[in-house]
């Protein structure tokens, strides 16, 4: 995808196309917001109380794990929409990849049903995400992935926000403008949704003059673009 956008999306209809020709399969890409949101939560709340039931950790211990592992999902966040989202296109298979992984909702953003990872592929992620922390972090792992989890649904309540509803006129406002810098003028900055951080320590913020001047246009046209 590139920078120098001619286009700034193809369609904000609430209803992308296809991503594949089997109907079964495609609805598999669908999900209304609640669900994965709902799956998260209670994903976490069951770490949270298997941590205490399980293990030995203290109260202090499973909150120091439990916002650490909120905080690594933004720094994951970040690396999977720029690295893996946003891959170079270099190749036929990664343009197909990138395309149907995120290329979709760039062209179609108000899709409400693409906006939050579908519950089959949530479900199996999350169950290799626990074996893979377990592996590693042992008995930690229970209340650092419920973190983890609870960061992935105020994550998608972000993103499914700053799509469909108004901008606020708050401190959130800036998650608003950020987004929309990444959709509608350059989609190679600003990667992260629930918060800049990473884009200030990898220094994926658009220059501070273009910055400024996207930062007008988009609040000038946020009932258009929001």
């Known amino acids: ?42 994903y976490a709340a069951g770490l949270i109380v ?46 197909k990849f990138q395309w149907k992984a995120h290329g979709v909702h760039h062209d179609y953003p108000k899709d409400k049903q693409r906006l939050a990872m579908p519950p089959v592929l949530s479900v199996v992620i999350g169950t290799m995400l626990l074996g893979l922390f377990r592996l590693v972090l042992g008995d930690f792992a229970f209340s650092f992935l419920a973190g983890f989890m609870v960061g992935y649904a ?7 926000s700053v799509h469909i509803f108004k901008m606020p006129g708050n401190t959130f406002k800036a998650l608003w403008v950020n987004h929309a810098i990444h959709h509608y003028s350059e989609d190679e900055v600003m990667f992260g949704v629930t918060s800049p951080l990473w884009d200030y320590v990898f220094g994926t913020v658009p220059r501070k003059e273009k910055k400024r001047e996207v930062k007008v246009n988009v609040e000038a046209d946020a009932e258009k673009w929001l």
């Open 1 to 42: 995808m590139s920078t120098k956008k001619q286009k700034q999306f193809v369609s904000d209809e609430n209803v992308s196309v296809q991503l594949f020709n089997n109907k079964f399969l495609d609805s598999l890409t669908r999900t209304h917001i609640a669900i994965p949101v709902t799956m998260f939560f209670l």
């Open 154 to 160: 105020l994550y998608l309540l972000i993103h499914y």
């Open 50 to 95: 298997w941590t205490k039931l399980a293990t030995t950790l203290g109260n202090w211990h499973i909150a120091g794990l439990f916002f650490g592992g909120a905080l690594f999902f933004t720094f994951v966040e970040y690396l999977v929409h720029r690295n893996v989202y946003h891959i170079s296109t270099t190749t036929e298979a990664r343009k």
